[in-house]
């Protein structure tokens, strides 16, 4: 075999296998990139299953709240209807003066004035104002009224006057 066919023969072996050297680089390239690529699809599912997360939790939050808004406007459509009965209801205080006989009770009784004797004690809900002569028991006599001792005594004591008081023990 003639020396030329051997040696391109023997140049043909080395290109085939710097050919495959080549092939092998890229291969290994390759592989780099696929490991890339799958750490690269690990992280972004992670972030997908995390967003996936939240956008349930954020679901449940939102159905809560619209639970819990639904709750609150059913309870203001309630206290609306309350209030606008209550509004258009008569007055509780208009129909106790009608009927005594309803959930607030009977009116008060009115209070007459009853003039008093001398042997009745004073009536403090009776007490009148009165200015400082009155007060002390002398008031009538110094407005030039004819009265008795004993009757100024029990006027002063209506007055609630402590002169008067001792003027009645006396009299006694």
């Not at 699809?41 to 992670?46: K, R």
């Amino acid at each position: 075999v003639p020396d030329e066919v051997i040696a391109d023969k023997e140049n043909t072996l080395k290109r085939g296998l710097e050919d495959v050297h080549a092939l092998m680089e890229q291969k290994r390239a390759l592989e780099y990139q696929v490991q890339d690529l799958r750490s690269r699809l690990d992280s972004t599912q992670h972030r997908l299953d995390d967003a996936h997360r939240q956008l349930a939790d954020k679901s449940s939050t939102a159905d809560n709240l619209q639970t819990e808004l639904a709750e609150y406007k059913r309870r203001l459509a309630l206290f609306k209807t309350t209030l606008a009965s209550k509004k258009s209801a008569p007055d509780p205080a208009d129909t106790a003066q009608k009927d005594d006989t309803t959930l607030t009770g009977p009116a008060k009784p009115v209070i007459h004035h009853v003039p008093r004797s001398s042997s009745f004690p004073p009536n403090p809900l009776e007490q009148q104002p009165q200015d400082d002569a009155t007060a002390a028991g002398g008031g009538d006599e110094e407005k030039g009224d004819d009265k008795d001792e004993d009757d100024t005594a029990i006027e002063g004591e209506v007055g609630g006057g402590a002169a008067a008081a001792a003027k009645m023990a006396e009299a006694e």
